[in-house]
Nanobody, 118 residues
Framework: QVQLVESGGGLVQAGGSLRLSCAAS????????MGWYRQAPGMQRELVAG???????SYADSVKGRFTISRDTAKNMVYLQMNSLKPEDTAVYYC????????????WGQGTQVTVSS
């Protein structure tokens, strides 16, 4: 079992920045990938940024050059630095951890709201 708690969301003006944090606890040694997803009203949840064991990262085209995912293994934290925010970035942002041990299981946080005003 892995528990994830996000924080750092809020209201920001277009062009501003926010840093989201995700605190992982539990069987963190079994995590082989983590990611940030977002879901806007009426839309499907989409991958924003991902990290896999070994350090490779990936980003949605819409956030490349603006968002950065990073992981602090000593603190069991994953961060999403979001710069040059746009109104279309408004969504609930979720942290996900993927655990593989025979079966692959995804764990999700409760989400944090990000609202970007124009």
């Amino acid at each position: 079992q892995v528990q994830l708690v996000e924080s750092g969301g809020g209201l920001v003006q277009a062009g501003g920045s926010l840093r989201l944090s995700c605190a992982a606890s539990g069987s963190i040694f079994s995590i082989n990938a983590m990611g940030w997803y977002r879901q806007a009203p009426g839309m499907q949840r989409e991958l924003v940024a991902g990290w896999v064991l070994g350090g490779s990262t990936s980003y949605a085209d819409s956030v490349k050059g603006r968002f950065t995912i990073s992981r602090d293994t000593a603190k069991n934290m994953v961060y999403l630095q979001m710069n040059s925010l746009k109104p279309e970035d408004t969504a609930v942002y979720y942290c996900k951890a993927e655990v593989s041990g025979g079966l692959t299981i995804d764990y999700w946080g409760q989400g944090t709201q990000v609202t970007v005003s124009s």
